[in-house]
């Protein structure tokens, strides 16, 4: 039996027949992939509790010929912290659903893997932050909101989805403060001269297309964007902006999300 091993975080997980698991597990190595793990719900399964949705895992696989099968698995990370924090878990089971409906299988790209694992990281970080002061809370929501939003504008910049901040969508002419508008329609910032031609555009004011621009895509080499993310991740307490702004930033980019992939983003309503 011809197998594979690979490192991954679970983003979904259903039952399939009646003792077995079915998968759906980024990987650094091959992108999203699907994998059965039989008996894993079984009580005396051996996979029992290494196949938990957000695991951080080393896998090990054996070819099939509809779908692999997982032989074994040694969890990396297991997100305890986040896990006990209402908020922070919703949170985190967007982010998994985002980037499940995002991307498609054996679609391989790298970024995505690392920026998914930077996410689940820092949330847990956050939510340890949380336990260990509880007067940390306000500033703990401002960076968990920012990071979220952060995730979304890359998977948006990964997936080929980038929204046009720079430049209005309709005449091409770059976007100055003023009464600048979002157009899902168009995919990008249409200025006031121009926001008659989508009447389904919303307001978007000076600072969200600033911070829009702020968290694109700026580095592509694998080895940047790694290092890119970690710099990135240690910036969001230094940021100077409401919690709501961030909030209705947050609100277009899942609009935009769910406009692009043609697909609901059920997880959004359990944000706020």
Do not use: W
């Amino acid at each position: 039996m011809s197998t594979y091993k690979t490192q991954g975080i679970i983003i979904k997980r259903s039952h399939f027949g009646e003792a077995n698991l079915l998968l759906d597990i980024y990987t650094k190595e091959y992108g999203k992939i699907q994998a059965v793990a039989r008996s894993a719900r079984k009580a005396r399964g051996k996979l029992k509790g290494h196949l938990e949705v957000f695991l951080l895992t080393d896998l090990i696989l054996a070819y099939g010929k509809s779908i692999d099968t997982i032989t074994n698995s040694t969890v990396k990370n297991n997100f305890l912290n986040f896990r006990n924090n209402l908020k922070i878990s919703l949170g985190a089971y967007y982010v998994l659903e985002l980037v499940n409906k995002m991307t498609i299988q054996y679609h391989k790209d790298e970024r995505v893997f690392e920026l998914l694992k930077k996410e689940l990281y820092f949330l847990d970080h956050l939510a340890k932050e949380v336990d260990a002061n509880e007067h940390s809370v306000p500033e703990v929501i401002k960076k968990y909101y920012l990071s979220i939003l952060f995730l979304q504008i890359n998977m948006l910049d990964l997936s080929g989805f980038h929204p046009e901040v720079n430049k209005c969508v309709s005449c091409a002419n770059k976007i100055t403060s003023g009464k600048n508008s979002f157009s899902f329609k168009f995919g990008g910032t249409l200025d006031e001269k121009c926001s008659f031609k989508d009447i389904d555009a919303i307001s978007a004011s000076d600072n969200a297309i600033k911070l829009v621009r702020l968290f694109s895509l700026q580095k592509t080499d694998n080895d940047e964007y790694k290092i890119y993310l970690e710099k990135t991740f240690q910036k969001f307490g230094k940021i100077q902006i409401e919690d709501k702004l961030i909030f209705e930033i947050i609100s277009i980019m899942n609009r935009f999300i769910e406009f692009n992939v043609d697909r609901k983003i059920e997880g959004f309503r359990f944000l706020g």
